[in-house]
């Protein structure tokens, strides 16, 4: 049977194998704890936090055949807030999401949906994949330690951007492409408090400020444990200091946050923050996924088409039909 090896077991990496695992035998390699990517959660007691990915929409018929068994079985409700928007510190508009056009968030996180689809996978956890080569017609990987990790017939590659381009040989036909695209970074703060905030809204756009984003992680469905807030920089704020120290971007969010809600978050019970280097990219046209089938080799990710849940779908997705297509199984 083909072997194939998937780098990264976010979203689109879970995905393409679920298109594959019936056809070829699947090692998923995650150098995280867990699997998820930004579809992540941290816990805190009693605090539990979403600090990747919001929550996510679906506009294609593909993505909501996708998501409907998880809702049918509870894995994914509909996240039906106070939103607002705020720009110069003032609420400039605000309504209430309803199911006419669902958000969606998993639960009882967001990392719920990929432990979903982790099921029945074989996946290495905690393990780096720090080169690839190809040794004859088979392509060989090896950890950060230099041991070996196997030989396999295909390699998919589901991280980001540019370290995506740091992994896979230059000589690859697709490698320009993919050396091309540049990711956004992203604070995310967590605050939590043994208190509620009186705040005029569950989920809110900022504009104007170092902080675009400002959530009440305790108000999506089936949360448990206390008031909690998650808080995202601009992706601009968070590149031009992504190396600063971590005390100081912690106080500095605090501060930006307090001024924009008018309450003093810095008495929150538990505060921290995390930096995700990779967190956005830009819109763009063309391929959802990048391969060459002459090297046996697959590149996918949200940013192939945009940062967000439902392209991250759609690029493992497409990559894994593709690879069927070449392995004459469709």
């Known amino acids: ?104 968030v998993g639960v009882p996180n967001m990392t719920s949906i990929a432990k979903h689809l982790s099921r029945g996978l074989k996946i290495e956890l905690g393990t780096r994949v720090h080169a690839i080569s190809k040794q004859l017609d088979k392509w060989s990987l090896t950890d950060d330690l230099g041991r070996s990790l196997g030989e396999y017939d295909w390699v998919i590659s589901a991280i980001p951007a540019e370290q995506a381009a740091d992994l896979v040989p230059s000589s690859l036909s697709i490698y320009p492409q993919i050396n091309s695209i540049k990711m956004e970074g992203c604070f995310s703060l967590m605050l939590g408090f043994d208190h509620a905030l009186p705040l005029d809204f569950d989920s809110a756009l900022v504009r104007g400020e170092d902080i675009s984003w400002i959530s009440l992680n305790s108000s999506k469905p089936d949360r448990k ?18 190396d600063d120290d971590r ?22 019970d538990h505060k921290a923050v995390h930096g995700w280097h990779y967190a956005n990219a830009k819109k763009r046209k063309g391929d959802t996924h990048f391969v060459d089938t002459i090297e046996n080799i697959g590149v996918c990710g949200d940013w192939c088409i ?4 439902e392209a ?16 004459n199984k469709v």
């Open 1 to 104: 049977m083909t072997r194939i090896a998937i780098i990264g077991a976010g979203l689109s990496g879970l995905t393409a194998a679920n298109s594959l695992k019936d056809y070829a035998e699947i090692t998923i390699f995650e150098k995280a704890r867990s699997v998820g990517g930004r579809m992540s959660n941290r816990r805190a007691e009693p605090y539990f936090f979403d600090h990747g990915a919001q929550y996510f929409s679906a506009k294609t018929d593909e993505f909501k055949a996708f998501i409907a068994p998880m809702i049918d079985d509870g894995l994914v409700k509909s996240w039906n807030v106070r939103f607002a928007e705020i720009e110069g510190r003032t609420i400039i508009r605000e309504r209430r999401w309803d199911d006419e056009y669902p958000h969606y």
């Open 225 to 242: 444990g206390g008031f909690c807030l998650l808080v995202h920089s601009t992706n601009s704020w968070a590149d031009a200091h992504r």
């Open 247 to 268: 005390d100081e971007v912690l106080q500095y969010l605090c501060e930006q946050t307090s001024l924009v809600i008018g309450h003093d978050v810095s008495k929150a």
């Open 306 to 309: 945009q940062g967000r849940v």
């Open 312 to 327: 991250a779908f759609t690029s493992g997705s497409d990559l894994g039909r593709r690879v069927l297509v070449e392995l």
